[in-house]
């Protein structure tokens, strides 16, 4: 019974989070953009390496992402990459996959709620994530906070999450992101930085970098990555990409 608490507790907290961010922005009935400007795509390629519990493995991912609008307020994206992968203990190369979808409700120059999950397989390593959140759009600011299942090899994470973006140029953002709870009797934890970069608005072509770390369980992971990403879609500025057509 005490163990059914602990693993609701954070669900609670996060429900009450996301309530309190969405009757924060009351005052956004005159906002006329859509949640998705247009149906989208973009096209990326990328190296992830992953480890823990004494695996590394190494993969090299191509694939894509579309987002479309539902309705005016309402969107949704699915992303997909493949491609081969390497495990450092013994060099064996197997299949590399990685996938990601997500609903959302947003008003871009606000506030949005979002329900997402992701997966990513590299050989033997497994990783999956899924969180419900809600967050604002806060001038060169973006945040967030829900609460968010994160699992794999090693052991599962159920609790809060919380994100926080910063744009130091229109063109380049950089975000931190937290999460924390509890399994069973021990306090599981993960943190990641992410930074992506467009070199000039002209060129659609943004690079980026992620990187995660935690324990869950006593059970060190880590997660990170390089990709290139090319935006088939009208030449504007990252931070316009992200809050309006991503």
């Known amino acids: 019974m005490q163990n059914e608490e602990l693993h609701l507790k954070p ?3 996060g429900c009450v989070i996301s309530y309190l961010l969405l009757v924060a922005f009351p005052a956004a009935a005159g906002q006329e953009k859509p949640a998705v400007r247009e149906s ?3 096209a990326r390629v990328g190296v992830s390496a992953a480890g823990g519990g004494g695996d590394h493995v190494v993969g090299v991912l191509g694939g894509g992402q579309y987002t479309l609008p539902i309705s ?3 969107g949704a994206r699915v992303g997909l990459d493949v491609g081969p992968s390497v495990d450092v203990n013994d060099g064996t190369v197997r299949e590399a996959v990685a996938v990601n979808v997500a609903a959302f409700w947003r008003r871009p120059d606000s ?3 979002q ?3 992701s997966g990513l397989r590299l050989a033997d390593i497994t990783r999956a994530g899924a969180d419900l959140s809600a967050g604002g759009y806060l001038e060169s600011w973006d945040y967030e906070a ?3 299942y994160q699992g ?4 599962n994470l159920l609790g809060l999450r919380a994100g926080i973006g910063g744009y130091p140029a229109e063109d380049f953002r950089l975000r931190f992101e937290g999460n924390v709870g509890l399994l069973d009797s021990s306090v599981s934890a993960a943190g990641g930085l992410g930074a992506s970069w467009q070199p000039g608005k002209e060129t659609n072509l943004v690079i980026g970098f992620t990187s995660t770390a935690g324990a869950f369980d006593g059970e060190f992971f880590y997660q ?3 990709s290139a990403t090319y935006y088939f879609g009208e030449r504007r500025t990252l931070r316009q990409k992200i809050r309006e057509d991503w």
């Open 115 to 117: 329900a997402r999950a």
């Open 111 to 113: 506030f949005f709620v």
């Open 146 to 148: 829900g609460f968010a």
């Open 40 to 42: 989208n795509g973009l």
């Open 72 to 74: 005016e307020r309402f």
């Open 224 to 226: 990170g990555g390089f």
């Open 11 to 13: 669900i609670r907290i």
């Open 152 to 155: 794999g090899d090693g052991g």
